[in-house]
């Protein structure tokens, strides 16, 4: 184990308790686990060839879903000072110039509130051919007319009351001093441009109109009010007017309307009547309408920011999001939306309490932020304006369904599926969008800060069969569990495994949600202990896990037919996970007395090649690796220890160095058992074994060591070992090794010291001249960073130096014996055997070993311990 694995682990140990500072034996005690969590890559998410609301692996039918392509044009916005007969004809109302008229919802005069002609004119007008409600429907007067040029004779305030035909009886949002109706559209007409003549005059002479409509205000602030529209406003939309569709417009022109709009935005917002504020709204929003037929998007998302800042609803906010996403969905328009302020006026749209009443419109809404967080400009841009929150605090509302206040609650059930089936969509392009976010890195604090694994896991829980949701937050889950500290949020969601667990059962042949849930299960039980028990203990969870196991093994019908490789990836996470779950005792005993567990694992390595399926295999033998620590009685892994010494043995021979590394590794725990000892001498596996002492790899140098320690345990092998040149590789191995890795300093020493029982080591005074070096703290270099330092002073103190002290003494009373022709029982018998070394124990520690352990000769047992 490397220095910078002992950091890593000991920095890991640290954040998982909390504030208390580790100790230098928890350090050590990290250090000495060989059982080892195994890291794989997170399954590639593909971007998305075309820009919508769903993508094409969505699982929603084509026939009902929202569109993500559509036309839109002017005559697709209703005119605001207008709304739908109701199909019951009002008694007439006795004419009162002076009555106050109310708007409507989008700003419009009320049609129940303006005054009647009288009776007698109204019935001639609705003629013999049906009534006046039909009429009205004939006419569409809630339909805006195509843009076209404006006329000589008409002022833009008299067309603002008679852009249709059925509108041509009612005249909004401007001056009136006299309400009249003709049967034929030419009088309309000379009535409208006869009062615009007469209005303009009145205003050169400075006198005030006889009549308002409005909400019956008077005074300076409705004089106030004219002059800011005739002086600030009306100006620019007469300008607006001279547009007609189809006309070339040049870029310049397209950024002077543009301008000419946020000037319009800018001084309403100054005196404060954006929203419903204004009694003109209607006569704005009709003008910005009919400029949407330019065809410019810059344009149009100008137009749109505007025209959400007074506050539309309906039809026209449905309409406006459309736009909006439709413009969106080309990349290149990126930019525009960089330059402007409608990312606020989206995100203020969603902080709606009642969004229920909104319905499609924030679908469209929620749909083009997801498309411009796939952009990482945008995405950052979002970041900092609080995307995360905003989008979890939509998802729960959309969750805990609408208020008891909507507008849209009705006891009908058939409306009730529908928001349903709304809000799913809804929170697939939430998902979609938080999926982009989480590519961003400056995303985790926020994604910690508000909370969002709980929420998310709860998403997961209540669209349990949604695969469109499940799929996005699989997605979001293995992203950030990839880091730390997301991940150790996730696993205090106490649900979270429960509900991978279930989602595992319910959509086993979904590859691409079950692999993602794999891989972030695989995290969370590679940092979390509590992780790898609720995992184990949930009712049937390792059932689940071994059933994907089987549907996922299954071998091809003929030699020839290929594996497909997103079974194999699933493979991959699933033996991972099963590895960092064996890292919990009581789980690993479970899974290693578990015959079919064992036996699918065994199944990898017999029929998988390692040249084709490298990480496959690998994971696989380090599950076995894990399992091989735990040797009770119930062990299959015991039971079955010549089956597998003949696996790994293919494993030694093949020319992938982490392959020969796993076996290895597995051979260190299996060379405990006697009959696996025999199998290795017997077919010359140590000599492969002591060749693996060359690497100038430690992990490989380490593991090698492993199985000499215990090989060397046998009388009969010892000679064999030195035969074969172990004992210099070995002190090369700790002179080249020692200061960087005193773990494995520890393990030389314990093998040199297993070797040299029964004869006498070559190269002693080499050895011994190391090993004083190695021991005297000040002649060691140590880092200068303290928190390395640590660690190592742990290792060198705890691992190193008592094993080290122990060989040293051996030696060196050995070659004082042989120097004095005194034998071992004459030194035996000596009174004191301090008085015979001249370097004293520094420590307890040291005291201990010496004193139990410097004359008495045993052998030392290598084993992987938890």
């Known amino acids: 184990m490397s220095l910078m694995e002992l950091q890593d682990k000991s920095e890991r140990v640290y954040m998982s308790t909390g504030l208390r500072r580790q100790t230098s034996a928890e350090i050590v005690s990290e250090a000495r686990r060989s059982l080892r969590t195994l890291a794989t890559q997170r399954p590639f998410t593909p971007q998305e060839k075309h820009r919508q609301l769903f993508g094409e692996s969505s699982s929603r039918a084509l026939d009902g879903r929202p569109p993500s392509a559509f036309s839109l044009h002017a005559r697709h916005f209703e005119a605001p000072d207008s709304r739908p007969g109701s199909g019951t004809r009002l008694s007439p109302l006795e004419h009162k110039p002076g009555l106050s008229v109310s708007l409507d919802e989008d700003g419009g005069v009320d049609e129940a509130t303006l005054p009647k002609p009288p009776a007698e004119r109204g019935n001639a007008r609705i003629g013999s051919g049906g009534s006046r409600a039909k009429l009205l429907r004939t006419a569409s007067i809630n339909r805006l007319p195509p843009m076209r040029p404006n006329s000589k004779n008409m002022s833009l305030e008299a067309r603002t009351g008679a852009d249709q035909p059925g509108d041509r009886e009612k005249l909004h949002c401007s001056d ?517 002492l060359d690497s100038k790899t430690p992990d490989v140098c380490f593991s090698a060591c492993g199985v000499l320690i215990n090989l060397s345990a046998d009388p009969e092998n010892r000679a064999m070992l030195r035969a074969t040149g172990t004992v210099q590789k070995l002190i090369d191995c700790l002179r080249d090794f020692g200061p960087q890795d005193w773990h494995l300093a520890a393990v030389v020493c314990q093998t040199l010291w297993n070797c040299s029982l029964d004869g006498e080591l070559q190269h002693t005074q080499e050895l011994l001249e190391i090993l004083r070096f190695y021991t005297d703290r000040g002649a060691l270099q140590w880092p200068s960073d303290d928190g390395v330092r640590q660690v190592q002073e742990a290792c060198w103190e705890l691992l190193f130096l008592p094993v080290a002290e122990r060989l040293r003494r051996r030696f060196y009373i050995e070659d004082i014996i042989t120097n004095t022709g005194k034998t071992e029982r004459e030194w035996q018998r000596c009174t004191s055997t301090k008085a015979l070394i001249s370097q004293k124990p520094t420590s307890l520690l040291q005291s201990y070993f010496f004193s139990h352990t410097c004359l008495n000769l045993q052998q030392l047992w290598f084993g992987q311990s938890p």
């Not at 606020?344 to 083009?368: F, I």
């Not at 809804?426 to 929420?455: H, Y």
């Not at 567990?597 to 065994?602: F, I, P, S, W």
């Open 176 to 692: 009136v001093t006299e309400h009249t109706t003709n049967s034929s559209s030419e009088t309309d007409l000379h009535i409208l441009t006869k009062h615009r003549i007469l209005q303009t005059a009145s205003s050169a002479r400075g006198s005030k109109p006889e009549v308002k409509l409005g909400h019956g205000d008077t005074g300076d602030d409705n004089m106030d009010e004219s002059v800011f529209w005739k002086t600030k406003v009306l100006p620019v939309l007469q300008d607006f007017e001279s547009f007609a569709p189809g006309d070339a417009v040049s870029d310049e022109t397209v950024g002077e309307l543009c301008n000419a709009c946020n000037g319009i935005h800018d001084a309403l917002a100054e005196r404060g009547m954006l929203g419903r504020q204004f009694k003109k709204r209607s006569a704005i929003l009709r003008t910005l309408f009919r400029l949407i037929d330019v065809g410019s998007d810059q344009l149009n998302l100008t137009l749109a920011k505007l025209i959400l800042a007074l506050n539309v609803s309906g039809n026209n906010l449905l309409n406006i999001c459309k736009l909006i996403f439709k413009i969106s969905r080309n990349a290149s328009n990126d930019a525009l939306f960089l330059n402007g302020c409608i990312l606020d006026s989206l995100l203020s749209l969603l902080h709606c309490e009642d969004v229920w009443s909104k319905g499609e419109a924030v679908l469209y809404c929620v749909g083009s932020l997801k498309l411009l967080s796939g952009n990482s400009a945008l995405s950052r841009m979002l970041l900092s304006k609080g995307f995360i929150g905003v989008l979890l605090q939509l998802s729960k509302r959309m969750m805990h369904g609408p208020s008891s206040t909507s507008a849209n609650i009705t006891s009908h059930k058939s409306e009730g599926g529908s928001q349903r089936i709304i809000a799913g969509h809804i929170l697939v392009q939430v998902t979609a969008a938080l999926r982009n976010i989480a590519d961003q890195s400056e995303s985790r604090p926020s994604f910690l800060s508000s909370k969002a694994f709980s929420t998310l896991c709860l998403i997961l829980e209540n669209h349990r069969k949604d695969l469109d949701i499940c799929i996005n937050v699989a997605r979001i889950f293995s992203k950030l569990s990839t880091y730390t500290e997301c991940c150790h949020a996730l696993a205090e969601s106490p649900r979270c495994c429960s509900v991978f667990l279930d989602l595992l059962s319910k959509h086993s042949r979904k590859q691409d949600l079950v692999v993602r849930l794999l891989f972030t299960l695989g995290n969370l039980t590679a940092k979390s202990t509590e992780a790898r028990e609720r995992v184990y203990e949930e009712e049937g969870g390792i059932d689940v896990l071994l059933d994907l196991f089987q549907v996922y093994q299954e071998t091809p019908s003929s030699p020839k037919q290929c594996r497909a490789p997103e079974s194999e990836d699933v493979l991959v996470k699933l033996i991972r996970l099963l590895a960092n779950l064996a890292i919990h005792p009581t789980v690993g005993m479970a899974l290693a007395a578990n015959t079919l567990c064992v036996q699918l694992l065994l199944e990898v390595l017999e029929c998988r090649c390692v040249q084709e399926s490298e990480e496959l295999v690998i994971n696989a033998v380090a599950t076995i690796n894990n399992l091989s620590f735990y040797q009770g009685e119930s062990s299959v892994v015991h039971s079955q220890h010549t089956h597998i010494s003949q696996l790994l043995l293919k494993l030694l021979l093949s020319s992938s160095m982490d392959a020969v590394l796993e076996a290895t590794r597995v051979f260190g725990n299996l060379s405990q058992i006697k009959d696996v000892r025999h199998f290795i001498m017997q077919h010359k596996v140590e000599q492969y074994v002591v060749t693996l």
